[in-house]
């Protein structure tokens, strides 16, 4: 069973950065995309970025030009570089691989909070 375990999330001041890891315990083929969702309190889960196979990616607006989507395939690892970041980027932060048979995998969320 393939698992994935995100870290790297914490409290941090407003303008500050952050850079997630999301590792896959297993080798995972066939992948579709990768991405990172979050959910913020009193919200629904919504997609923050996204890396397809071919390495075309896909951000919220709320974050273009602020946080970088990055792989490390030989690690099974998904990254999300954040910068510049802002109280409203307060959320659980879910890292999803998706397959092409349309399978997706979710790791347990990890905490980002922002605030000074």
């Known amino acids: 069973q393939v698992q994935l375990v995100e870290s790297g999330g914490g409290l941090v001041q407003p303008g500050g950065s952050l850079r997630l890891s999301c590792v896959a315990s297993?080798?995972?083929?066939?992948?579709?995309?990768m991405g990172w969702y979050r959910r913020a309190p009193g919200k629904q889960r919504e997609l923050v970025a996204e890396?397809?196979?071919?390495?075309?990616?896909n951000y919220a607006d709320s974050v273009k030009g602020r946080f970088t989507i990055s792989t490390d395939n030989a690690k099974n690892t998904v990254y999300l570089q954040m910068n510049s970041l802002k109280p409203e980027d307060t959320a659980v932060y879910y890292c999803?691989?998706?397959?092409?048979?349309?399978?997706?995998?979710w790791g347990q969320g990890t905490q980002v909070t922002v605030s000074s």
């Open positions: 890396i397809a196979s071919g390495s075309s990616t």
């Open positions: 297993m080798r995972i083929f066939s992948i579709s995309t």
């Open positions: 999803k691989i998706r397959t092409v048979i349309g399978f997706d995998y």
